[in-house]
């Protein structure tokens, strides 16, 4: 069963910081790997998408790597705004049924 | 902006009530996922479709739980009778084939008393 690894739970910074997420999973047979966003009390909004034959993915200040093999994920943000602020989800698509499995996330504030 | 929709946002029930949530998924998307979020156990897939077919609902409580597809613009999700375990905010998300992102909608945050 694939497990999804987030760290740290929560993240306080200052603006203008560069940060990264730690995303960690058990199966390395993904399909691809997913960042989200979640605002409170709001749906998720996806951030950035790597396929498994990928290594990286940017937009904007965000930049994700993937290393598959050992089953880790970064998300990198440069210059933190207190926008950014938000819970970070990890979720990698993987098993024959094609399932979405979600970390617990990343809570970030980023202080003004 | 294409985006999906969810149906009630919040909902209030006592315990042993029906509760029956609904999402429009974006038009041309063909796969559509119910998920389950509480702080305890974050998010759960619960049941997915294909084509309005269901795929895989191995999420979900079988006995009290039910996911339907009645046409491509709309899908239902049933508690009955209902629990206050069962308390938590309800996803639906939709995408276009196996490997895409997911879009999700606003959710549906339930309380059961």
């Known amino acids: 069963k694939q497990e999804v690894t987030q760290i740290p739970a929560a993240l306080s910074v200052p603006e203008g910081e560069n940060l990264v997420l730690n995303c960690s999973f058990t199966d390395s047979a993904i399909y691809n790997l997913q960042w989200f966003r979640q605002d409170p009390g709001k749906g998720l909004t996806s951030l950035l998408l790597i396929q498994s034959s990928q290594r990286e993915q940017t937009s904007g200040r965000l930049n994700a790597s993937l290393d598959k093999s050992s089953g880790r994920s970064t998300l990198y943000i440069a210059a933190s705004q207190p926008g950014d602020s938000a819970t970070y989800l990890c979720a990698v698509l993987s098993g024959s049924a094609r399932q979405l499995t979600f970390g617990s996330g990343t809570q970030l504030t980023v202080l003004p | 902006d294409a985006r999906v929709t969810q149906t009630p946002r919040d909902k209030v029930t006592e315990m042993g009530q029906e509760v029956t949530m609904r999402c429009q998924p974006i038009l041309g998307h063909n796969t559509v996922f119910w998920y389950r979020q509480t702080m305890m156990q974050g998010l759960e897939l619960l049941a997915y479709?294909?084509?309005?077919?269901?795929?895989?609902d191995s999420g979900m409580p079988k006995d009290r739980f039910s996911a339907e597809m009645p046409d491509a613009t709309l899908a239902t999700l049933k508690i009955q009778p209902s629990e206050p375990r069962d308390s938590a905010v309800y996803f639906c998300a939709s995408g276009f084939g196996g490997q895409e992102t997911q879009y999700f909608g606003p959710g549906t945050r339930l309380l059961v008393l």
């Open positions: 479709f294909r084509n309005r077919a269901p795929l895989d």
